[in-house]
């Protein structure tokens, strides 16, 4: 898990609370996404960067704003979240853009978001 | 449209009995593979996947699946199951032409002693 980590482990928010989630690769990938896991469904794509441009915004809610500075690192600023916004937030990084064919996309250990 | 799909929630086998983890798919062209899994309270680590070529791809803790394009499936094996395998287990789907991959549900595995 040293290739790409992610900061904090554990969150907990109110709903009127900002808050930000940090996610760093050492892997020297070009890409990085942003999942959002909950219980018992699919991993959802919330978003995905390219070379510090985004490239997908899969209908995700405005309280989520990414943020990539460079390649190397990915933020998820939160704000004014719904207790249904509770999940695994995790991030990911790839070679290049796309999931087929050699890249092939590598997480961090996520951040267990609680949203009160 | 694309789908994955994982048949089993859970799945229980004795430690060393052989375990297999069922993943089928649904596709128009030729789909690219992956098996991941996770640990409690961990994120996704990735154990192989299939490109192209060999059907039986071989990945990391002496993990296996074999791609089969007339059953459309791509199941996970292993011929001797650690109480260590224990974890849920995600199988994903990815085509050339999007950033996507598409993921099952995930099938938890517990090893029994």
């Known amino acids: 898990e040293t290739g790409v980590t992610q900061t904090p482990r554990h969150l907990v928010m109110g709903m009127t609370n900002k808050k930000s989630l940090k996610c760093e690769q050492h892997l020297g990938h070009n890409a990085m996404y942003w999942y959002k896991q909950s219980a018992k469904k699919p991993l959802e794509l919330m978003f995905v960067?390219?070379?510090?441009?985004?490239?997908e915004n899969n209908s995700v809610p405005s309280r989520f704003s990414p943020e990539c500075p460079n390649s190397s690192h990915l933020f998820l600023h939160l704000h004014t979240l719904q207790p249904e916004d509770s999940a695994l937030y995790l991030c990911?990084?790839?070679?290049?853009?796309?999931?087929?064919?050699?890249?092939?996309?590598?997480f961090g250990p996520g951040t267990r978001l609680t949203v009160l | 449209a694309q789908s994955v799909a994982q048949p089993e929630d859970q799945v229980n086998v004795a430690e060393g009995n052989p375990l297999t983890v069922k993943c089928t798919y649904s596709v128009s062209g030729n789909p690219y593979l992956f098996w991941y899994v996770q640990y409690p309270n961990r994120g996704l680590q990735f154990l192989l996947k299939?490109?192209?070529?060999d059907n039986l791809v071989k990945g990391s803790y002496g993990f296996e699946a074999e791609f089969n394009k007339s059953q459309t499936s791509f199941h996970l094996k292993k011929p001797s199951a650690l109480v260590s395998d224990s974890a849920l287990y995600f199988c994903a789907l990815a085509m050339d032409s999007n950033y996507q991959l598409i993921w099952g549900a995930g099938t938890k595995l517990i090893i029994k002693p």
């Open positions: 299939y490109i192209t070529g």
């Open positions: 990911a990084s790839s070679q290049d853009r796309g999931a087929g064919g050699e890249n092939t996309q590598y």
């Open positions: 960067y390219s070379l510090e441009e985004r490239v």
